[in-house]
């Protein structure tokens, strides 16, 4: 084994005082060698991307490096000064970072901010070929006509591989990447990754990728390191870890892994709970006083229909419309046309008045934790206020929150909290007795998880499903991970661009795809290859 | 770390507050201190500070100079503070109107503002004093009236950017009504840009007063500071004492709430106030 291009050794940062731990990163050692992906996981909150930084010379002022190295092709960076770090960062090693929206600069072209790279660093001679050449490099289609479009053309995807082909300009011999492929849709997510796959066994170069997915790291990793609480708990050979885990943390993450293994479908009850009949939404792009813009259709002609104690799931990528059909069925949208028939009602021509006595029987978990919990109330008013705003007495509706935040597995001291004083997975179980505070028959669920780290992940996906069967609940179920989805749902629909492609039980949908969508969606999941073991945990 | 600290890591702030405290309380104690009408002639004409009892001087009538100071601060924090409230309520009112409703309503809405605003808010005032005789009645009303759109704009686009949050999604969704909605949900999100809009609209509304009462559009029976420096004016080169004292007061008050509106805009905004280096990270 020859000797690694990049190796922490020992590495501690400091937090200021007053965080919740002494030490964001401590006594972390990595070793990247040439031609291999390292990939450092851990949910949020580890330390892995302060890493990243750190090798970077990107650390925030204030977080002092207490003590260690990072020796890089024999030199230690932390000892460098900082023109002497100017010159290697960018030549030497190359970083991709998370957001690919805003890592660009929107008024620059994007050959001039590639070929920057070559000007800053004094390379002299065609660098327009050069950028081509890099283009082509990160198979981006005609780049000739990209190299001149401003970022703002460009798909996420396109612009994730931009900067790739800015990192790579100048041949480093290290590449980092912090949660490159977060930001993606699943497909993208599986171009890019093989696009760094590819290009790192074309080039030999050693790739630091920091992620929290273990799909990912099944797909791309030659070694794995783990990291919890700024430590790192595991290290070793991809395979090894995933498949037979050895610290009780990686245990454990692996085993909230959603495993992506079919529900057994159970037997669908015969009244139809909720029935969606030809929805169709457009939104109008631009457009002024005088001019009407152009629409665009985020739903059409969507039918579904919802046996009760069912789970239908909703899958697609980012823009797919699955979530404003879900907004339709709460009316938080309203539709252009179509039905969406309620036990037989159909809402969508209710007045606010007569709709009132279904919003108690339709409710909705909303997907972002940290935005669906109003900052300024208190957590018992938050779950109160759907029971007295349709008429319970104050007193009893507080019990009930009181009772809710037990079933929720909270501690009912939460009553008087704020939401900021919980972490993302307790405020989703605060939404999620928010919810339920109506005993609705049918709940939404969009996105309940995605927000949130594997671990508390499965918790929530636990929960759900303990509550659905204790109530009895019917479930709309979005989500854009497929795995999660075969685990919750008892019928999965696709939707891409709109419309619905494929519906049908979990088990027929994932096992006989029919649609052509469906499979490359199936096919995009990340280490798909991989099955997390069972007996883990 | 609480309210009440952060905005005690700003010295401007502090010395702010402590110009206005002392300002209200000697607007509080002007009858205890100066227990007789600052109109009253209390000795001979254009003494200078200091002399013939005379703290701060004596006007072309013989009347304290720093009497009128005490008791036109009253009538400072009382027509900027009325006034304030009043285009709170109305500026708050439409601006959440304007940005919950949306659409036509928020058009109608912001052309009414802007109708408002292309016209120049102290000639406004000057006209609507005018017409509807000096006093502190119809001041506070022209003041009200002139400074309400700014509110209004910054409340819309809180109200704008608070209303596709999902927490209100999911008031909608629970059944709640629109009013429980734009008071219970969103304007308590909204309030921090307000308080430290309306810390320095009491500061606008008192020079607009002192303006007012500068041009002798003053209410003729309050002691104000504007209208002492109106009649301090014809005879600055004898008696700089006039102009210059009630001047100071005015300058003093201002900055002071300026100072105070800077602190409260870094202390509720505290992500803000570290980038700007207020504080330290």
Not at chain 1, 497 to 503: K, L, T, Y
Request: proline fraction near 6%; charge should be neutral; include cysteine.
């Amino acid at each position: 084994m020859t000797a690694p291009i990049l190796a922490i050794e020992n590495l501690t940062i400091g937090l200021p005082i007053g965080g919740d731990r002494a030490n964001a990163v401590e006594g972390v050692s990595l070793a990247v060698n040439p031609g291999e992906i390292l990939c450092v996981v851990g949910e949020s909150g580890s330390g892995k991307s302060m890493t990243a930084s750190a090798v970077m010379g990107l650390l925030p002022k204030g977080l002092p490096v207490r003590s260690g190295r990072i020796l890089f092709e024999g030199n230690d960076l932390l000892a460098l000064s900082p023109e002497a770090f100017r010159r290697l960062r960018g030549v030497r090693l190359g970083m991709v970072f998370q957001e690919p929206m805003t890592a660009l600069n929107p008024l620059m072209r994007v050959g001039d901010q590639i070929g920057e790279a070559f000007r800053v660093h004094g390379e002299r001679g065609d660098v327009r070929a050069k950028v081509l050449a890099l283009l082509e490099d990160v198979r981006l289609p005609d780049p000739p006509s990209i190299i001149d479009a401003y970022p703002f053309r460009l798909s996420g995807g396109q612009r994730q591989r931009v900067m790739i082909a800015m990192a790579l300009a100048l041949g480093p011999s290290v590449l980092i990447a912090d949660e490159p492929t977060t930001a993606l849709d699943v497909t993208t997510q599986m171009q890019i990754l093989r696009l760094i796959r590819g290009l790192q066994k074309d080039r030999g170069t050693g790739v630091l990728f920091i992620t929290h997915d273990f799909g990912v790291v099944a797909e791309i990793a030659d070694r794995v390191a783990v990291m919890q609480h700024g430590r790192v708990v595991e290290q070793g050979e991809a395979r090894a870890v995933l498949d037979a885990p050895q610290h009780p943390y990686t245990k454990a993450l692996i085993a909230a892994v959603p495993h992506g293994r079919v529900r057994p479908a159970e037997a669908a009850h015969a009244d139809t709970v909720l029935k969606v009949a030809g929805v169709a939404k457009s939104f109008r792009r631009g457009g002024g006083l005088f001019r009407r813009g152009t629409p665009v259709a985020a739903v059409a002609d969507a039918a579904f229909s919802l046996k009760k104690g069912e789970t239908l799931g909703l899958v697609g990528e980012s823009g797919s419309g699955k979530s404003t059909l879900a907004r339709c069925v709460v009316k938080l949208v309203t539709p252009d046309e179509g039905q969406v028939l309620f036990h037989g009602t159909d809402l969508l021509p209710l007045g606010r008045g007569a709709m009132q006595p279904y919003r108690s029987r339709i409710q909705m978990v909303f997907q972002d934790p940290y935005a669906s919990l109003n900052p300024r109330r208190r957590v018992g008013d938050i779950i109160a206020e759907g029971p007295v705003t349709h008429g319970v007495p104050r007193e009893q509706a507080r019990a009930r929150a009181r009772d809710l935040l037990a079933l929720v597995q909270l501690d009912p001291g939460a009553m008087d909290r704020f939401p900021h004083e919980f972490s993302g997975g307790q405020r989703q179980r605060i939404g999620i007795a928010r919810a339920l505070a109506l005993e609705p028959e049918l709940l939404i669920a969009d996105e309940p998880v995605s927000a949130l780290d594997v671990s508390v992940q499965a918790q929530i996906l636990a929960l759900l499903d303990e509550i659905r069967t204790r109530l009895g609940l019917t479930m709309l179920f979005i989500t854009h991970d497929l795995r999660v989805a075969a685990q919750v749902c008892d019928r999965i629909a696709v939707m891409q661009r709109g419309r619905i492609v494929e519906m049908g039980p979990t088990a027929e949908v994932f096992g006989a795809p029919r649609h052509a969508y469906t499979r490359e969606l199936l096919d995009a999941i990340p280490g798909k290859a991989w099955t997390p073991p069972l007996e883990a945990a | 770390m609480s309210f009440w600290k952060r905005f005690a890591r700003n010295i401007g702030a502090l010395v702010g507050l402590a110009i206005l405290v002392l300002v209200g309380l000697m607007a509080v104690l002007a009858p205890v201190l100066f227990p007789f009408s600052p109109w009253e002639m209390r000795g001979i004409p254009f003494m200078g500070p200091g002399e013939a009892g005379f703290l701060l001087g004596s006007d072309s009538l013989g009347r304290d100079v720093a009497a009128g100071i005490a008791h036109g601060a009253l009538v400072s924090f009382l027509v900027g503070g009325v006034s304030t409230v009043a285009a709170l309520a109305l500026g708050v009112t439409l601006g959440a109107v304007a940005g919950y409703g949306g659409g036509w309503i928020d058009d109608a809405i912001m052309r009414f503002t802007e109708f408002f605003q292309t016209i120049p808010s102290f000639v406004l005032a000057v006209v609507l004093v005018a017409i509807f005789t000096p006093s502190i009645t119809s001041i506070v009303v022209a003041i009200a009236v002139v400074s309400w759109p700014p509110v209004t704009r910054v409340v819309r686009a809180e109200f704008l950017s608070l209303r596709s949050r999902e927490f209100v999604q999911a008031a909608e969704v629970l059944g709640r009504g629109p009013i429980a909605i734009m008071f219970t949900e969103i304007l308590p999100n909204a309030l921090s840009p307000i308080i430290v809009l309306a810390s320095l609209m009491v500061a606008t509304a008192i020079l607009l007063e002192s303006s007012l009462s500068f041009l002798g559009l003053g209410d003729p029976n309050l002691m104000s500071w504007g209208f002492m420096i109106g009649s301090g004016r014809s005879v600055i080169r004898i008696a700089w004492w006039m102009s210059v004292f009630p001047g100071v007061a005015i300058f003093l008050t201002v900055l002071a709430l300026n100072l105070v509106g800077e602190g409260l805009n870094d202390a509720l905004n505290p992500r803000l106030a570290r980038r700007r280096g207020t504080l330290p990270a």
